[in-house]
């Protein structure tokens, strides 16, 4: 059973740095495209980043763009969100999301058919 696990959210002071993961179980990621998006409250699911399965092409949202940082081991069967620099708007749930398609800019949550569960991130002070 293809499963996603996010880890990493929590309570975070504004210009703070946290570290999400999310690892794959039940299929081999490295023939998927990976990719993160967060819901705020009130707000539409909003796709911030992808990945491609080689890891050689990454997108960002320009919101994030140069503070987060996507990566990937294929052989943990896992995917990373480094995210710095933190500001109270970059609180939401944020979820990883597989599928066999491209990283191609912007990303539609319709294009993923697997979730994780979302871990939340909380930027306060």
């Known amino acids: 059973q293809l499963q996603l696990v996010e880890s990493g959210g929590g309570l975070v002071q504004p210009g703070g740095s946290l570290r999400l993961s999310c690892v794959a179980s039940?299929?081999?990621?490295?023939?998927?495209?990976f990719a993160w998006l967060r819901e705020a409250p009130g707000k539409e699911r909003e796709g911030i980043s992808c990945i491609s399965s080689s890891g050689g092409v990454t997108n960002y949202a320009d919101s994030v763009k140069g503070r987060f940082i996507i990566s990937r081991d294929n052989a943990k069967n896992a995917a990373y969100l480094q995210m710095n620099s933190l500001e109270p708007e970059d609180t939401a749930v944020y979820y990883c999301?597989?599928?066999?398609?491209?990283?191609?800019?912007?990303?539609?949550?319709?294009?993923?058919?697997?979730w994780g569960q979302g871990t939340q991130v909380t930027v306060s002070s």
């Open positions: 999301a597989v599928d066999k398609n491209f990283c191609i800019w912007p990303v539609f949550p319709y294009e993923y058919d697997y």
């Open positions: 039940g299929f081999a990621l490295d023939s998927y495209v």
